[in-house]
């Protein structure tokens, strides 16, 4: 059996006992005593733990500091701590200026202390376990806190929507997914919605034969198994659900076909980028209104620039109350063609810049024609730089090595903690 297919048997068995399966999330753990490091090993064998990638490191909380000083911090952090009750919580704060807010801390200790568990739980640190403890009670403390009725999902939501066809909106969200998946080391799902045209199993030299087109088409029998069951590894964190990219029947969505679908990737997935067609239906309409970012690609030209306004205004319109969306204009300085500049085209349209991406042929041509990712035809690019710096933005960190917030700003989970 494969990996894959070990993963189903595993998933299909769970599901039919009622177990609730862990995430696609990463989990990081460090360890001071051997006894828990074997407990921590143990944890990650079992069933409920087959999708979770889990590491184990040596040191306590000052050893995770260091770490992450210079790190992106990933889902879960499992914390063991030797230091006395009163020790702690100071020791947590250095943690809390290099500890990206998304990411949950649990933290095994040795001493049975209630008072010390309130504050911490009060904090923000998701769960206290006192030493000796099961491999079973961690895992499902770490069910409990990922897929608790009425959790919030874990997945953020970014779709990509060209402002005019073939502005690079598909090439940028795959390149950019990818980014994202090797720079924070977690997991993404590119879900490709061009259903007869989608390039996703292309661009990643994949040709699975079922994708999103089997989950739209059976609206009754999606859930979480049924998706793992389509998704397909395109690399290490980088997970597809394909388009079929078939022109054998025609493709029509009502408003919310696609809304559980999503639903069900943003709770399994860290991050869920849509590539979108360009096409303006209700069911994209709807989408857009939905998703936690919004990228749109144009190149910098006229028809572009008008689209894209009416993209934005419309955008801003209907979901006044989100972030508005991001522009990344590409295929900048093609020889010869007149251009507006990629400042100027942002300023008249009211939009933040996320980037600029030159045009490049030569190199995005022979990524297309591999089915390779700009950072595998050419690692050391500076595109791979802008690429990275996007993602990083568009997943909510500002750069990978540095923590997203300001130096002193409290990620929510400790800021209770530093003014308790
Ligand atoms: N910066 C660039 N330089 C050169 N070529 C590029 C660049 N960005 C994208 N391309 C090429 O442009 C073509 C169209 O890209 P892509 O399919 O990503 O566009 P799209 O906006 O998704 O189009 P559609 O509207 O069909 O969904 C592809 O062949 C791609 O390789
Ligand atoms: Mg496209």
Known sequence: MNDTDQEQAHTGAEETAGARLVPRITIQAFCQNSATAQLIEEAATDRRMIKAALTTHN??????VEIYKTNPTPNLVILETTLR?????????????????TTKVVV???VNDVQLYRDLVRSGVSEYLVMPTSASALVSTIVELFVAEGAAPIGRTIGFFSAKGGAGSSTLAHNIAWAMAHSLHQDVLIMDMDLAFGTAGLNFNQDPVNGLADAVFAPDSVDEVMIDRLMSKAANHINLLTSPGSLERTYDFGRRDFEQIVEICQRNVPAVILDLPHAWNDWIRHTLTTLDEIVIVAQPDLANLRNAKNIVDTIKAIRPSDNPPHLIVNQVAMPKRPEIAAKE????I?????GQIPFDPALFGTAANNGQMIAEVSASHKINDTLRTIALQLAGRASASVPAKPVGALPGIFRKLKLA
């Not at 040191?59 to 995770?64: L, M, N, P, R, S």
């Not at 009750?85 to 807010?101: G, K, M, T, Y």
């Not at 085209?345 to 008249?348: G, P, Q, V, Y």
């Not at 009211?350 to 996320?354: G, K, Q, T």
């Open 59 to 64: 040191g306590g909380i000052d050893a995770a």
């Open 85 to 101: 009750p009163e020790e702690i919580p100071s020791s947590l704060e250095r943690l809390a200026d290099v500890c990206d807010e």
């Open 108 to 110: 095994v200790g040795h």
């Open 345 to 348: 085209f942002a300023a008249s």
């Open 350 to 354: 009211d939009c933040r810049l996320s």
